[in-house]
């Protein structure tokens, strides 16, 4: 027999249950200190040893509510125990791992839920206050209760940009030429180091917009949805999805002004 498909309401209550458990262990971690400290893909890329923990107890948990599912961490990969699973959750368990290391109180747990291929419910939970942004794909977006709606903001030139960089320092200076090429043409930027934070606060409008180049599905999942159900437009560069290559989102009244000056800057090109 086909498995029914799951109703996204009960997969977010599934990842709001997930994600606030992990988000206690994360928090408590860090009170306890920063160990186990490594690097990834550079010597700036750091991994620490409640990532591995936080992802192991959230994969544990769905594992125990879910278990034929498939779940994608940024730690651990992608596993599947019965194969080929309709549901896949996508897990980052620190998202902004080094304002984690430094105590800056701007990380999260992100976990959102995908079936057949589509993400339909999210999401990011800031574990050091507590700030818990969700979404049902097609049921709206919100923070602790509130409906999110985005900015109402429809000039670029006062328009409050949120971005992040790479770890790769000759992606760094591919993103800061585009930076020096957007500057004039918005009112600020502001880069808050946790890209599902970012998708969020653009989502709730406290930025009017955001874009970043090299984001992973763990970083974008759940934020991208939030953004999304909020009414941002939440896409690539001419016509392409939001991806690895670039991520923007943005109210439409913003969106092809912003995008109009990231593809004359070639922002989703360099390293």
Not at 241 to 257: E, H, I, K, R, S
Request: proline share 5%; aromatic share 6%; with cysteine.
């Amino acid at each position: 027999m086909a498995e029914r498909t799951p109703e996204p309401d009960h997969l977010l209550e599934i990842a709001v249950d997930v994600a606030r458990a992990a988000a206690r262990t994360a928090a408590e971690m860090r009170r306890a200190g920063v160990s186990g400290l490594a690097t990834k893909s550079t010597a700036t890329d750091v991994v620490t040893a409640a990532d591995r923990a936080v992802e192991r107890q959230a994969v544990a948990a769905l594992r125990e509510r879910r278990p034929t599912d498939s779940v994608l961490g940024e730690e651990y990969g992608d596993s599947a125990p019965s194969g080929s699973a309709r549901v896949r959750w996508i897990l980052d368990p620190i998202d902004g791992t080094v304002n984690y290391l430094y105590g800056l109180p701007n990380y999260a747990v992100s976990l959102a839920a995908e079936v057949d291929g589509q993400v339909v419910a999210g999401v990011v939970r800031n574990a050091a206050t507590g700030a818990e942004w969700t979404a049902v794909r097609g049921g709206g977006a919100y923070r602790d209760g509130r409906r999110l709606a985005g900015s109402d903001q429809s000039e670029l030139a006062q328009a409050l940009v949120a971005t992040g960089f790479g770890y790769d320092s000759a992606r760094r200076v591919h993103q800061a030429q585009v930076l020096v090429g957007l500057m004039p043409h918005v009112r600020d930027i502001r880069r808050f180091g946790a890209a599902a934070i970012d998708l969020c606060l653009a989502a709730e409008g406290q930025v009017d917009a955001y874009f970043e180049k090299g984001l992973n599905p763990w970083d974008q999942a759940a934020g991208g949805l939030v953004a999304a159900e909020a009414g941002l437009l939440v896409a690539g560069l001419a016509g392409a999805p939001a991806g690895p290559q670039m991520v923007v989102a943005a109210p439409p009244a913003l969106f092809p002004a912003l995008e109009g000056h990231l593809n004359r800057l070639d922002a989703a090109g360099g390293p």
